[in-house]
């Protein structure tokens, strides 16, 4: 029997993650990972010594090969929210960043391709990138 709690120290922690919002034309840039056809947001765990910040400049490099200046990444929001395929009760807590680059994103690492997406498609993320459009479009960054 697995034990949720984290072994019995309380529930479990939440997944630290970074992820950098680029807007261009009302349209966010999103990743599908290799193998997949759900849509994410270009981001991933914060590395231990590292700052949100810091992480989402590093995952922006390794994941859609754009390289950003730390100093240009603004926070957006934090969004907490149930973590996608993990267990009921494991959140992620997601700070989102936006950035801005005339750079053409490539994907790289595990991500096969990019995307330029608005609330439409809102059914092909998980609830934490759902979330993040949801508040992009309350903001008016994007329809």
């Known amino acids: 029997m697995s034990d949720l709690t984290g072994g019995?120290?309380?529930?479990l922690a939440d997944i630290l993650v970074s992820a950098v919002a680029i807007v261009r034309d009302r349209r966010v840039l999103m990743v599908t990972a290799r193998g997949r056809d759900v849509l994410y947001m270009p981001g991933g765990k914060i590395d231990a010594g590292e700052t949100p910040a810091e992480a989402a400049v590093r995952?922006?490099?390794?994941?859609?090969?754009?390289?950003?200046?730390?100093?240009?990444?603004?926070p957006?929001?934090?969004?907490?929210?149930?973590?996608?395929?993990?267990?009921d009760g494991r959140l992620v807590r997601m700070h989102v960043f936006a950035a801005e680059t005339d750079a053409v994103p490539q994907p790289s690492a595990e991500v096969s391709?990019?995307?330029w997406v608005g609330t439409e498609s809102l059914d092909?993320?998980?609830p934490a990138g759902?979330?993040?459009?949801?508040?992009?479009?309350?903001l008016g960054r994007i329809d």
Do not use: K, M, N, S
Not at 8 to 11: F, K, L, S, T, V
Not at 59 to 74: F, H, K, M, Q, S
């Open 113 to 115: 391709a990019v995307h």
């Open 76 to 87: 957006l929001f934090t969004v907490l929210t149930q973590a996608h395929g993990e267990p």
């Open 130 to 138: 759902r979330e993040v459009l949801e508040r992009l479009a309350t």
């Open 59 to 74: 995952e922006a490099r390794e994941e859609i090969a754009i390289d950003l200046d730390p100093a240009g990444v603004t």
């Open 124 to 126: 092909r993320c998980p």
């Open 8 to 11: 019995g120290r309380g529930p």
